[in-house]
């Protein structure tokens, strides 16, 4: 039961990274768009989505499954034993910690580098590389009315059961269309095309801002129904 246990939990975190990939092309993540002209296409959000899984595959075996855990883990001890001695002393777990701390420090700002940005050409409306007295007014209009929409959606979330670990079985019954309890490289390219398809909504083979957009109102709609995100995870 525990090394089931650990199989579905390394399946759920690559889905959950494999969802983070996705989110990309859907999002209009810069580094989706890889040659900056505005839309993503399928072959950019495929580039994308396998660097994504080339990382999270520790073993290079093409699978994403308990393996892969049991090695990153292996890798952190072996980093974090700086004596190499085979054992974690207290200083060397807290200089671990530590280090890990400032690692997801530096990727939150880059993160939030990221949204200030792309908010900023959001208000932008002009693309005059300014804001005018009435892009702000409606910069702060639109604020308000996100504001009050994350309240409710906050609230909804208290009332909810199963968080995160519900929602990352949900993904692995998804990508996991053999139900053996690991994502293969084919999985994880047919549950790529397949949200690139659902956010595509005019077959045109490319993601635009406005696709962008309906697709994360369609997201923040099926939070607020229930929890279920169907398939915006993936």
Excluded: C, P
């Excluded at 659902?198 to 077959?203: E, G, P």
């Amino acid at each position: 039961m525990k090394k089931l246990t650990l199989t579905l939990s390394a399946a759920a975190l690559a889905l959950t990274g494999a969802g983070v990939a996705l989110a990309d092309s859907s999002r209009g993540d810069r580094n989706a768009d890889m040659n900056n002209d505005g839309v993503v296409s399928l072959n950019e959000a495929k580039a994308k989505a396998n660097e994504r899984f080339s990382k999270m595959d520790v073993t290079g075996d093409g699978i994403l499954n308990a393996d892969d855990r049991a090695a990153k883990q292996a890798e952190f001890f072996a980093t974090a034993d700086t004596d190499g001695n085979g054992e974690l002393t207290e200083a060397e777990m807290q200089a671990a910690r530590e280090a890990r701390r400032a690692e997801r420090s530096e990727r939150r700002a880059d993160r939030q580098g990221e949204r200030r940005a792309e908010k900023f050409a959001e208000m932008d409306t002009d693309g005059s590389g300014g804001l005018s007295e009435a892009e702000l007014a409606t910069a702060r209009e639109a604020r308000s009315e996100a504001r009050s929409g994350q309240r409710s959606e906050r609230v909804e979330k208290r009332g909810k059961r199963g968080g995160h670990h519900a929602r990352a079985m949900r993904m692995l019954k998804q990508a996991d269309t053999n139900n053996d309890q690991q994502i293969t490289k084919a999985e994880y390219d047919t549950a790529v095309e397949a949200r690139f398809a659902r956010v595509d909504t005019d077959s045109s083979g490319t993601i635009t801002e406005e696709e962008r957009k309906a697709a994360r109102e369609t997201m923040r709609g099926k939070r607020g129904k229930g929890g279920q995100r169907g398939g915006a995870g993936l």
